[in-house]
DNA sequence: CAACATACAAACATCGCTGTATGTTAATTC
DNA sequence: GAATTAACATACAGCGATGTTTGTATGTTG
């Protein structure tokens, strides 16, 4: 029954396939491997031989994710007099988009959004929250350049600017996740974006 | 070894306690009801006499929890000329404070925001989502009403401006939860919420 | 002061699931 | 083409916890 590397890596990928279909609907917790491997047509043997546990299938997962090109975006703000808020406010727009289209993201962030984040998860969350601290440095210092050409308005400091941003965006795909993706979180996420930005421009205000 | 009855409402607020303390500490997942019965000085027994199961333990913790007087709030904005802002930025502040007094209510929260919320706990997720559905249907409808005064300014729309007023609340107590509680969560949300109310009430931009 | 209900403790019955160890077949490797 | 090893399937061992049931002593009620 040896499979060829090709084959292997398809089994693999049905193994990832079924385990996002699986724990999306009866959650990661409640779901068992044997569950899995049925619906992947292989049995938990395949399964353990391509992941050391269920955590370990579960960061995976995460890490199918293809992530946007950070680097990418990073040279666009280096630039002396690079519109800071256009390119963020594109990025994030971008990112919201990404998320609308790609149902295997919207299934992968759901099941990380409910599932347990303690135990042998943690080291899930951890991951994210280490992607979060890299997210909230380079935005900090995307404000930081914005407040140095004078474009930071109002009372914001770059980390009220940047913590602000990722709760909206946060929040956004959170409720959209959680509750059935019910509106429309491009759209609403591009009007959300765009009121967010025009305060970040706005005069301080004299009061 | 009969108890008289109010031995036994010390008794279960024994077990409420140790669960907390159980939970907060190892997560709902990989607690056993051994664990919460040790912490508790009691058996098993005791803790299946007071509740159905685990989840049901989980629910009355967080049934545990006075909740901010709603109706008190609503009376306040009844008034023709009630200051909406001044009112929804005080009560955002009020809840802020009382979560940063409160220990119970910040364990109680961390517990709910990294357990499952697939099988038997989605019912907890439920009941925190139609509470979370009131108070927007309330903000909405006091954003409304500071549209019908002109105060609302802006690109904004009542439910855009609720929206965003219940993301910034829940990322700045999530993170402050989820995070180790690194920063003054009453401080810097007095903060937040004063630059984002300020946004409110900024004037309709031209561009 | 019976009779009953209450508030637990202790014992029981399983049971699903996990991780591993072993078996088997077919690709690779040399 | 023999030896090796990759890619699984199958079988196994064992646990840890859950919900329940039974026991029992003591409040409570009429």
């Known amino acids: 029954m040896r499979r060829t590397k090709a084959e292997a890596k398809e089994t693999r990928q049905q193994i990832l396939l079924a385990a996002e279909k699986v724990f999306y609907e ?9 569950d899995v491997a049925r619906a992947a047509g ?3 043997g395949a399964i353990y031989w391509h992941f050391a546990n269920r955590a370990d299938l579960v960061l995976e997962l995460y890490n199918s ?8 975006i990073a040279r666009e703000l280096e630039a002396e007099n690079a519109d800071v808020f256009g ?29 347990d984040h303690t135990g042998e998860f943690a080291v899930i969350s ?6 979060d601290d890299e997210h909230m440095q380079a ?9 140095g050409q004078g474009k ?40 959300a974006l765009r009121r967010l930005f025009a305060t ?5 205000p004299s009061t």
């Open 65 to 72: 994710l293809p992530m946007p090109q950070e680097e990418l």
């Open 26 to 34: 009866k959650g990661v917790a409640h779901a068992s491997m044997e």
């Open 152 to 191: 930071l308005g109002g009372a914001w400091t770059p980390r009220s600017a940047a913590s602000m941003l990722r709760w909206v965006i946060k929040g956004l795909c959170s409720e959209w996740l959680l509750f059935g993706r019910r509106f429309d979180i491009a759209s609403e996420g591009k009007d």
């Open 126 to 131: 951890e991951r994210q929250n280490d992607i």
């Open 87 to 115: 390119v963020l406010e594109r990025v994030g727009r971008e990112w919201l988009e990404l998320l609308a289209e790609d149902e295997h993201r919207q299934r992968i962030l759901s099941i990380l959004l409910r599932c």
């Open 200 to 204: 970040y421009s706005a005069p301080t």
């Open 139 to 147: 935005l900090e210092a995307a404000f930081v350049k914005a407040q």
């Open 42 to 44: 292989v049995t938990r």
